[in-house]
């Protein structure tokens, strides 16, 4: 049975947060159809709130539950399932007291930022409408809804389990959103092609796959995590000799931290050379998105060899374990995105379709709202002018027969205009 050190406990939730927090700051946005690659995206304090909303919270409940020496312990002794299932939250009622009433005040608290965040969420989309009760449970899902003043055994293992499953989700989502993001930039260029003479689409296409080509021009990506990936690391960013490569050095080398452990930022910090040689911030033709979802990746798949016990982090033991893998010494290199098809035309048909229909919506939505500002106008003076009895408008133009060169029978319509 694994066991867990306090740490590692404390960590396996914590690292939750941090990997969100991470992943979401860097991988693309879902798309509308105004969306701007160079546009901030929403947030709350330059963290993903869509990703993890309740983030703040959690880190507080898991700095108070530090506090009880007891309930560390108890974590020290808990084996990996009982920390990832919630299990562990059955040792919060031997917590200290003073521990619990903290817990309590939280609690309290969360419950009230979320109910503000509904009603401001409701104000945006349609005005001051009412909280629906279902929506507010929904959001509050991290926790006992059924009792807001008093934090229990089901509030902490309602938290546990929503942070584990949020991190499971949350690489697929962000696949998914990276997607989006290469095929709107595909639909951009497909429409711009459209609209140029057939001079200009030569013109352009050859442009594009002069980019395409010097971005697909560089040195062989090393497989991230291997032998030789990491040797490099420790010859170009440590400055020492590749024939004194040694495992464990390197990893107290990289445990930034020094608290025996790489974490997530220590891990994919370790392919930033490599990346280096794909993508370059000052070239046009490097897309720095893909960098970033490249990073992830690789990042995916190291902690997939490497991090037996699934925690979210690397140890001292796991990594000299996988580094003694017969797969260590093998570099099969890495098949980067610019070679990978990153989806189908029918994808692509499909997307295009959804953003032609949400191009319509909000044509719609748009054309509502100038009628509805009309109306207001509208009403606005019919409002100013009972409110001013001094005010008059002026009546229509008179219109009279006058003649033409005094000739009879002939006649023009002239305007007499009423000036009071």
């Known amino acids: 049975m694994l066991k867990f050190s306090t740490h590692m406990g404390v960590m396996l939730v914590i690292n939750a947060v941090l990997l969100m927090v991470m992943v979401t ?31 703040r919270y959690l880190r507080q409940v898991i700095e108070v539950l530090e506090t009880d020496k007891n309930f560390k312990e108890k974590i020290n002794n808990a084996d990996i399932d009982d920390i990832r299932t919630g299990k562990i939250a059955n040792e919060l009622k031997f917590v200290k007291h003073n521990v619990r009433t903290k817990l309590d005040e939280l609690k309290r608290r969360e419950i009230d930022r979320m109910r ?18 279902e929506e507010f449970k929904e959001m509050i899902s991290h926790m006992d809804h059924e ?14 389990k929503k942070a584990t499953y ?25 429409q711009k092609m459209n609209d140029l003479s057939d ?11 002069s980019m395409q080509a010097k971005h697909k021009d560089h040195e062989k990506v090393k497989h991230p995590g291997s032998k030789a990936q990491l040797e490099e690391v420790w010859e170009e960013t440590d400055g020492l000799d590749k024939e004194d490569f040694d495992p464990k050095t390197f990893f107290k080398l990289h445990d930034t931290s020094d608290d025996g452990y790489l974490d997530l930022s220590e891990v994919m910090a370790l392919f930033q ?36 016990d699934k925690d979210g982090l690397i140890s001292l033991e796991e990594f000299l374990q996988y580094a003694q893998n017969s797969d260590f010494d093998k570099d099969d290199g890495w098949e980067t995105l610019d070679e990978q ?53 002026p009546p229509p133009p008179l219109e009279v027969e006058v003649p033409i060169d005094g000739g009879e029978g002939q006649s023009e319509t002239d305007e007499l205009i009423y000036k009071p």
């Open 273 to 308: 050379k490599e990346l280096e040689k794909v993508y370059e911030d000052s070239n046009e033709e490097d897309d720095m998105m893909e960098f970033d979802e490249e990073m992830n990746r690789m990042r995916e798949h190291v902690m997939t060899e490497v991090d037996l």
């Open 25 to 55: 700051d860097m991988s693309a946005a879902p798309l509308s159809p105004t969306f701007n690659e160079t546009q901030p995206q929403n947030d709350t304090d330059g963290k993903g709130l869509d990703a993890l909303e309740y983030e």
């Open 116 to 133: 503000t965040v509904l009603k401001e969420k409701y104000a945006l989309e349609r005005g001051l409408s009412p909280i629906e009760a």
């Open 147 to 160: 009792n807001p003043d008093k934090f229990e055994t089901s509030d902490l293992e309602k938290l546990i």
């Open 199 to 209: 001079e200009e689409r030569v013109a352009e296409k050859q442009a594009y796959d």
């Open 341 to 393: 098809q990153l989806y189908t035309e029918d994808e692509l048909k499909s997307f295009e379709d959804e953003l032609r229909k949400e191009e319509e919506a909000l044509r719609q939505k748009k054309a509502e709202l100038e009628k509805l500002r009309q109306q207001q106008e509208a009403l606005r003076q019919r409002t100013a002018s009972r409110s001013d009895p001094q005010r008059t408008e």
């Open 166 to 190: 949020d991190l499971e989700q949350m690489d697929s989502q962000r696949r998914d959103d990276f997607k989006k993001y290469e095929m709107d930039k595909e639909v951009k260029r497909r």
